[in-house]
């Protein structure tokens, strides 16, 4: 059967990015033994400008049924005065939560090079490649009570809470353990089991669906904290790192600048898998839509290209052709071919067409 691929290009450099992907995704069905059913539709100010609504009921229908979406980016100052709940961002947050996207995918991979660039020594970032699990819809950002109250004494008192089930923890750390086995085999759980319940049940559920159904896989748990030493100190100590919506929100940022620039971090957003077996998934770019440069031919396409070999990768089983496609960018950068944002000195400044084009001809 063909692949079932949607493409939500949304605003900025989000539709000059994925132009380049549509030239690679193209290349790929003449070339490769994968078809694909591409469909593309509105997303964020795009669809705001045309349905009033930054994501309609249809496209949400669509990303339910499809293999896996592919989504540029959302956002812009067109669109900046509108009221919180009709803004293009809820369009993106709405997909997330329609589909259910409960564990968020953020690589930190080191390209050869790109070693210079870092802001840490070449040896303890040569060679990096790190997988951060977080947590998308639980925890701290969404658990009850929350809200901010005036207390009898004058005083303000703001509050959110910390809350994980079972269920919440073990679907997410089975992602982690499925993904450990395509990779290094190893996971490192972090919350702070010393000082909060929620990290002791954590730690527990972990540790019990390993000890159940991947005893093959290699655990260790460490405080959310001294994760956070540990990835600038050591971060090839690590393989893949699973932990909650809060830690992981910092410690994926953390990873993610170990190795580079905005223009080169995909990701992707994981949920269940439903009774044909098809996991739901939408992979993106981790940058935002770049209004300061969007329409100069300035945008680096390469972190959403690397989201379509995500895509291939976790949601299309093909493992070669995403090695295809992170081997073209390997080498295109070792020719010293560069977008504006990772140039370097002796580099040879291109545009986003012309990054395309150097891909598509490794
Ligand atoms: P941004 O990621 O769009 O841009 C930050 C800086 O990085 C800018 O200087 C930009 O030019 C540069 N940059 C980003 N991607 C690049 C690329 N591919 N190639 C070269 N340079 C790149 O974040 P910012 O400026 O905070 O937000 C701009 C708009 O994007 C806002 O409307 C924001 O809400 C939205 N946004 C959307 C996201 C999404 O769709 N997932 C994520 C983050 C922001
Ligand atoms: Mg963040």
């Known amino acids: 059967a063909n692949k079932s691929l949607l493409v939500l ?35 964020g100010g795009a669809a705001i400008d045309v349905h009033g609504i930054p994501v309609t009921d249809a496209t949400v229908e669509k990303a339910m049924n499809v293999d896996a979406v592919l989504l540029g980016a959302v956002g812009g100052p067109k669109w900046d005065n509108l009221d919180f709940s009709k803004k293009p961002e809820r369009g993106l947050l709405r997909l997330r939560k329609d589909l259910q996207l409960y564990a968020n995918l953020r690589p930190a991979l080191c390209f050869e090079a790109l070693v210079e660039a870092s802001t840490l020594k070449p040896e303890i970032v040569s060679g990096l490649d790190i997988m951060i699990v977080r947590e998308l819809t639980g925890g701290v950002y969404f658990g009850e009570p929350r809200g901010i109250e005036t207390l009898p004494n004058g005083e303000r ?14 679907r997410v750390a089975a992602v982690a353990f499925e993904l450990a086995r395509k990779r290094g085999n190893r996971v490192t759980s972090c919350e702070k089991a010393n000082v909060m319940e929620s990290g002791v049940l954590w730690r527990e559920e972990v540790q019990k669906l390993h000890d159940e159904s991947f005893g093959d896989v290699e655990l260790s748990h460490m ?19 699973v932990t909650d919506n809060l830690f992981g929100d910092i410690l994926s940022d953390e990873a993610s600048m170990l190795t580079g620039s905005l223009g080169m971090l995909p990701s992707a957003s994981l949920g269940d ?50 090695d295809l496609v992170e081997e073209a960018v390997k080498k295109v950068l070792a020719k010293g071919i560069r977008t504006a944002d990772i140039q370097a000195p002796g580099s040879t400044v291109v545009s986003t067409g012309q990054m395309g084009d150097a891909l598509l001809a490794e």
């Open 273 to 322: 898998v439903d009774e044909t077996g098809r996991r739901k998934a939408l992979y993106e770019p981790v940058h935002g839509s770049a209004p300061d440069i969007a329409g100069s031919g300035k945008a680096n396409p390469i972190a959403t290209i690397l989201s379509l070999a995500m895509a291939l990768r976790y949601s299309f089983d093909l493992a070669d052709d995403a």
């Open 9 to 43: 290009p949304g605003d900025g450099i989000g539709p000059e990015v994925m132009g380049q992907v549509r030239r690679v995704v193209d290349w790929m069905d003449k070339r490769r033994a994968v078809s694909f059913d591409v469909t593309e539709d509105l997303v």
């Open 223 to 241: 405080y959310a904290d001294n994760a956070a030493m540990q990835l600038v100190r050591n971060p090839k100590q690590f393989d893949v790192i």
């Open 157 to 170: 008192r703001g509050v959110n809470t910390q809350v994980y089930t079972t269920s919440e923890i073990r």
